[in-house]
């Protein structure tokens, strides 16, 4: 089955900085989601990107579906942003399942 | 649009004991999907229903597993003879009609089995 990569696994940043968090994946996709899971558990949706670049407020994402990664950033980091970030892909199988495969995240703290 | 909302947010219970979960997907959303999530892992997939129709279903579903969605709407996990190795965050997600579209993820059900 397809594979999800995420690096770095831990990440400790000074309020104000700014990082990058990359996935790759073993396999063509159909979908392609970054979540950040909150110290309570709940997956909040970050982005929806199989491909292309997409932003929102001081989050960007980039996919190259032909490369297969996908890179996460985070600008201007504050303490609310500490957390797990997951990347998650839908493999392209033709009859697609549906199902999402996660990496083991990147445990983001953000210190005042 | 309320979100995905799931029930109970906490369990605890006896190994040997039945548990059943219960998810509300988003309206209108006809994809639901349950997950499962150990400490310091990322979700696993365990199964997913379009509509009614349960489609799919992981390994990691084993036959102590059942999984429902009568008339296409909320679902069920139930756990028949709970183990202690079943103890984890079970997680539910709903999706629109095209199955390239975002899974939304509910706030999860953390079990645990003593």
């Known amino acids: 089955g397809i594979q999800v990569e995420q690096s770095p696994p831990d990440l400790i940043l000074q309020e104000g900085a700014n990082s990058t968090l990359r996935c790759n994946f073993s396999?063509?996709?159909?979908?392609l989601q970054w979540f950040h899971q909150n110290p309570w558990g709940q997956l909040i949706n970050l982005f929806y990107?199989?491909?292309g670049t997409k932003q929102n407020g001081r989050l960007s994402a980039t996919t190259v579906a032909t490369e297969r990664y996908s890179l996460l950033y985070i600008s201007s980091s504050q303490t609310t942003d500490s957390g797990v970030y997951f990347c998650?892909?839908?493999?392209?199988?033709?009859?697609?399942?549906?199902?999402?495969?996660f990496g083991k995240g990147t445990k983001l703290s953000v210190k005042p | 649009d309320t979100g995905v909302s799931q029930d109970p947010r906490h369990k605890i219970t006896k190994r040997g004991q039945n548990v059943t979960f219960r998810c509300d997907p988003i309206s209108e959303h006809n994809r639901l999907y349950w997950y499962r999530q150990t400490l310091g892992q990322g979700p696993e997939f365990l199964t997913y229903?379009?509509?009614?129709?349960?489609?799919?279903k992981s390994r990691l579903l084993s036959d102590r597993f059942s999984a429902e969605r009568p008339k296409g709407s909320f679902s069920t996990l139930e756990i028949q003879r709970t183990e202690q190795g079943d103890s984890a965050m079970y997680l539910c997600?709903?999706?629109?009609?095209?199955?390239?579209?975002?899974?939304?993820f509910g706030p999860g059900t953390r079990l645990l089995v003593l």
């Open positions: 997600a709903s999706s629109s009609r095209d199955f390239k579209e975002t899974q939304y």
């Open positions: 990107i199989p491909s």
């Open positions: 396999d063509s996709v159909n979908n």
């Open positions: 229903f379009q509509n009614e129709a349960q489609l799919e």
């Open positions: 998650a892909v839908e493999g392209d199988y033709g009859g697609s399942q549906g199902n999402l495969i």
